[in-house]
């Protein structure tokens, strides 16, 4: 479970703010992952990374962006164009796309 | 894109029993599906995966089938126990030699196993 972290774990945001949620991994994996977790709404895929530098956009990418400028971290950034932000957001990561994906323990969002 | 669809949202089974969760998907070029398995607080973990080239896989008490004329795939846990308690989500992605997209989620089934 160390293999992948997210920090921090409870985030507060006051309306209008732009706010970076951290996401590393030491497994070597090539992809990274970003989903956004609502009650009764499952997971839904904000970005991808199949490899550094690369980056596509998901389900429900408006709002957010990322950045994938080392293998190991794939921060995402909730930016004030995201409507409805506050949520549980987990990263994950794979050795590559279409492979098992390990969580990371998630970061709790709430916009104020 | 790809559409999951999920059913039941709520799945109570006597200990002992069987549970079966099944999923539909709309996009015939997906060929790889995952579960996971979401207990309270914690993180999703799989637990079984098929690709399109198989048509059922085991691994103990736990079966997935894979249906790619009808898109459909079912999750079937046999010998229920307590520790089988949490939310199992099905997924959905495809791939290939030039890459493959994320997966996306069906919303999740809550299976409570009654003492």
């Known amino acids: 479970d160390g293999g992948i972290t997210q920090s921090p774990k409870y985030l507060f945001r006051k309306e209008g703010q732009n706010v970076t949620l951290s996401c590393e991994q030491n497994l070597n994996h090539d992809a990274m992952y970003w989903y956004r977790q609502d009650p009764g709404q499952g997971l839904r895929l904000i970005y991808y990374?199949?490899?550094?530098?690369?980056?596509q956009k998901g389900d429900i990418a408006e709002g957010y962006s990322v950045s994938r400028e080392k293998k190991e971290s794939f921060p995402l950034t909730v930016t004030s164009a995201q409507k409805n932000p506050t949520a549980f957001y987990l990263c994950a990561s794979s050795r590559r796309l279409a492979e098992e994906q390990f969580f990371g323990p998630g970061t709790r969002l709430t916009v104020l | 894109g790809e559409n999951v669809e999920q059913h039941p949202s709520t799945l109570s089974v006597q200990e002992g029993d069987s549970a079966v969760i099944k999923c539909t998907y709309s996009d015939s070029a997906s060929n790889y599906f995952p579960w996971y398995k979401q207990e309270l607080g914690k993180r999703p973990q799989l637990i079984i995966d098929i690709r399109s080239n198989v048509g059922e896989k085991k691994d103990q008490r736990i079966a997935v089938t894979l249906n790619k004329t009808a898109k459909h795939f079912s999750l079937h846990i046999t010998e229920t126990q307590p520790e089988d308690s949490a939310v199992y989500f099905c997924a959905a992605s495809m791939w290939s030699g030039g890459g493959a997209d994320g997966l996306t989620f069906g919303k999740g089934t809550h299976l409570i196993i009654q003492p």
């Open positions: 990374s199949q490899i550094v530098n690369d980056f």
